[in-house]
């Protein structure tokens, strides 16, 4: 890939508030953020704004280097307390720490990256103005209120402000872009960044195979929860019904549930007498995610057309298409801009147990088909979502700004 011209390489401060180098979706997508405009030239810095970590579950140091990329906790404690007072305290810290970097910085850019704090935000764009520079928000799916459907004063002033901070927003999809079309500032501007994916972790050759029965693999984290309403991002639900479906037709293969699960889960497993089939992983190690992804003999994804879905672009997906396995997948938000059916993929009605258990029978039952589908599935991968191939568009979006 070639680097744009070094003349337009800024130095920037990149902020993050989830863990870090090692999380979820959001942390694999802030570390493709900063890798793409490192290799375009510039110079990247990433401070983690509040402690994230658990005392029993301890991933990370307070600074270091991470696959070329300089991070470092503001907080002096990078453990997330348990006590409200204590998280507000830490919270105020961060802020104050995360302040001052900007104040005493050398940077020429902003970019900040999962967090919704107004008060926040609006303290760093005081000091961006008083300081003449940019500040970017980066965002992978509707506003939380939209997404949960409140409508508080506060989710109504949040609304008509936040985003009228930023003098330009990346955004992952199509819809994204046209929806904050409407609510930032005239002059903001704002690029549309594909889902991307680190192909070069999906490259390796596997030693061994995971040990175990041939299975269906599923990876993340289904439930969501906002003021106490229940969302089910990925439709685990369904996959489960669905796999119970099949089950006859496919004695010798199991589900696999990768990532943290919760109770809702495990009570539909036993109520529908599967768990000797349905196998609930836990949280993996993101270096040992390739492997099971990839002796997988098919990737799932039963996303419901929610709000949530229709605006966002799954990250997993990115992954699963990149192991050259045959995926299915649901037709919903800008997924079938990408994946056509029976072609690089196959996908199924959102919503529809049965429709889902089709595709997870006929995926089973053909194996040489699903192969080069899946194959397709990873060209697709390759061109379109490779992080590497972002930077040159990514880089001319900062130096319009």
């Known amino acids: 890939m070639v680097a744009s011209d070094k003349s337009t390489s800024k130095r920037i401060i990149v902020l993050y508030a989830n863990s870090f180098p090692i999380g979820g979706a959001a942390t694999n997508r802030v570390t493709h953020l900063c890798k793409i405009l490192k290799q375009e030239g510039n110079s990247i810095r990433l401070y983690i704004t509040r402690p994230t970590e658990k005392p029993d579950n301890l991933k990370t140091a307070r600074k270091g280097v991470f696959e070329g990329i300089e991070f470092c906790y503001v907080n002096k404690n990078i453990i997330w307390p348990e006590k409200l007072a204590r998280k507000i305290q830490s919270q105020l810290i961060g802020l104050i ?197 990839f002796n997988a003999k098919l990737l799932v994804l039963a996303r419901p057309n929610n709000k949530q879905a229709q605006g966002a672009f799954p990250s997993k997906l990115g992954e699963y298409l990149a192991t050259a396995n045959p995926v299915v997948a649901t037709k919903v938000g800008e997924i079938p801009l990408y994946l056509k059916d029976n072609w690089n993929a196959f996908l199924a009605e959102p919503g529809n147990v049965q429709s889902f258990a089709e595709k997870m029978d006929y995926v089973l039952s053909n194996p040489g088909i699903a192969k080069k589908i899946g194959t397709r599935g990873r060209e697709l991968a390759e061109n379109e979502f490779d992080y590497k191939k972002q930077g040159i568009k990514l880089q001319e979006f900062l130096t319009k700004l």
């Not at 390796?204 to 929860?225: E, F, M, N, R, W």
């Not at 109520?271 to 992804?293: A, C, M, Q, T, W």
Request: aromatic share 14%; glycine share 6%.
């Open 97 to 293: 720490k995360t302040a001052l970097i900007l104040i005493r910085g050398d940077f020429d850019l902003v970019l900040s990256y999962a967090d919704y704090s107004l008060i926040h935000h609006f303290i760093y764009f005081i000091v961006s103005k008083i300081r003449r520079k940019k500040i970017v928000y980066a965002i992978d799916e509707f506003p939380w209120s939209v997404i949960y459907h409140t409508s508080s004063v506060f989710d109504k002033i949040f609304l008509k402000v936040f985003y009228k901070l930023f003098d330009g927003l990346i955004v992952m999809t199509f819809t994204l872009a046209e929806y904050y079309s409407g609510k930032v500032r005239k002059d903001a501007i704002i690029h549309q960044l594909p889902m991307t994916v680190d192909m070069d972790r999906f490259n390796v050759q596997l030693t061994h195979k995971i040990k175990g029965p041939s299975y269906i693999a599923y990876c993340g984290y289904d439930i969501s929860t906002k003021n106490g309403l229940i969302v089910s991002k990925d439709g685990v639900d369904i996959l489960i019904e669905a796999f119970s479906i099949i089950i006859p037709k496919h004695p010798d293969i199991f589900l696999y549930i990768i990532g943290e699960y919760n109770k809702y889960r495990v009570q539909q497993v036993e109520k529908l007498h599967l768990s000797g089939r349905v196998v609930f992983i836990g949280n993996v190690h993101r270096d040992n995610i390739p492997e099971y992804l």
